[in-house]
């Protein structure tokens, strides 16, 4: 997976188009890039004890294989183990397989590109909702927060509103904005994929709430970086 880093000019291109959004509309909008959203190191920890039960039931279904591959290694005369030794192995056997694949998930890289994309997905869902809670929601008088949120190492982005927004956007309205983003992330280029999905953000709440010029700028513009 590509690593993609932001540079001091994309954050002034997202401040600046926050400002120039937030200039047509009522609404507040946030943006926070994260390297990522969650460590997944549970996922790795599934992974290992997934192996050594793996080991188990495979020796269950085909004790006989394991007897003559355990007697071969020992250089065993016979065939067949005595139980208490083929179970023993058997426990060694299972614990190498979880210690294996434990560290070998230890890399992020790996762990990252053994983790389920739902589990990814989820993981950036609940980090957004996490930052939104504490960057945005009712944080401004007329609960006019929004917050466009992207986590670059799961190649993920959410968008979350307080409630003036989401009660009067539907959440298919965010999908040109998100399109937008990720389009230009994919070919590694975060700044403009953020100024870009802020402009089409900033279109949307001009349609649905629009600058009043009584509104003070409540919400950091800056981008923020985690």
Do not use: C
Request: aromatic letters at 6%; glycine letters at 6%; charged letters at 20%.
């Amino acid at each position: 997976m590509a690593r993609i880093s932001l540079t001091p000019a994309d954050s002034r291109l997202v401040s600046d188009a926050v400002a120039l959004a937030e200039a047509q509309t009522d609404g507040e909008i946030v943006t926070i890039v994260a390297r990522r959203s969650d460590a997944y190191h549970d996922v790795g920890l599934h992974w290992a004890i997934a192996a050594a039960f793996l080991v188990i039931a495979l020796a269950a279904a085909l004790p006989d294989l394991f007897q003559r591959v355990y007697g071969w290694l020992l250089g065993a005369w016979h065939h067949e183990l005595p139980l208490r030794l083929f179970l023993l192995i058997l426990l060694g056997h299972a614990i190498a397989k979880f210690l294996a694949v434990r560290y070998l998930l230890a890399i992020p890289a790996l762990r990252m590109a053994m983790t389920p994309a739902a589990t990814r997905s989820r993981r950036v869902r609940r980090r957004a909702v996490a930052l939104f809670r504490a960057a945005a929601e009712a944080r401004t008088t007329g609960r006019t927060g929004v917050l466009l949120y992207l986590s670059l190492d799961e190649h993920r982005a959410e968008i979350v509103a307080d409630s003036a927004i989401a009660s009067r956007v539907d959440p298919d309205e965010w999908g040109e904005a998100m399109a937008a983003l990720l389009a230009e992330v994919r070919g590694g280029r975060v700044g403009p994929g953020m100024a870009r999905a802020v402009e089409r953000i900033g279109a949307i709440l001009a349609r649905h709430l629009p600058a009043t010029g009584a509104n003070p700028n409540e919400l950091p513009d800056r981008l923020i970086l985690l």
